[in-house]
Nanobody, 134 residues
Framework: EVQLVESGGGLVQAGGSLRLSCVAS????????IGWFRQAPGKEREGVLC????????YYGDSVKGRFTFSSDNAENTVYLQMSRLKPEDTAVYYC???????????????????????????WGQGTQVTVSS
């Protein structure tokens, strides 16, 4: 059984930084797709960053380009989302998700509909709250 556990969320002032972690069990990141998504109250789930590990193809959402970065520690089976220059509009619950890697790459894997992205990313963590105060 795949389990993903996120941590690292919290309350931070605008302009600050946070690093979210996602530890996987029952799954290895080799040859997979990994995604970080977020959902703010009253809004649809949004793909923040998605990566195909076989060739490191990466998609960054326009709203986070230049501010958020992905990293991983394969030995610890952990991936990270480093968030810098945070804005109040980054406030949301952040989820990591994984899925099988052998698929055609494109931004739609990250930006597609809720049902489409849920079909690609088949395992999800419980989420971690990020709140950015102004």
């Amino acid at each position: 059984e795949v389990q993903l556990v996120e941590s690292g969320g919290g309350l931070v002032q605008a302009g600050g930084s946070l690093r979210l972690s996602c530890v996987a069990s029952g799954f290895t990141f080799e040859d997979s797709v990994i995604g970080w998504f977020r959902q703010a109250p009253g809004k649809e789930r949004e793909g923040v960053l998605c990566i195909r590990t076989s060739d490191s193809s990466t998609y960054y959402g326009d709203s986070v380009k230049g501010r958020f970065t992905f990293s991983s520690d394969n030995a610890e089976n952990t991936v990270y989302l480093q968030m810098s220059r945070l804005k109040p509009e980054d406030t949301a619950v952040y989820y990591c998700a994984v899925g099988a890697g052998r698929r055609t790459w494109g931004p739609q894997l990250c930006t597609g509909t809720y049902y489409y992205t849920s079909s690609i990313f088949t395992s999800w963590g419980q989420g971690t709250q990020v709140t950015v105060s102004s």
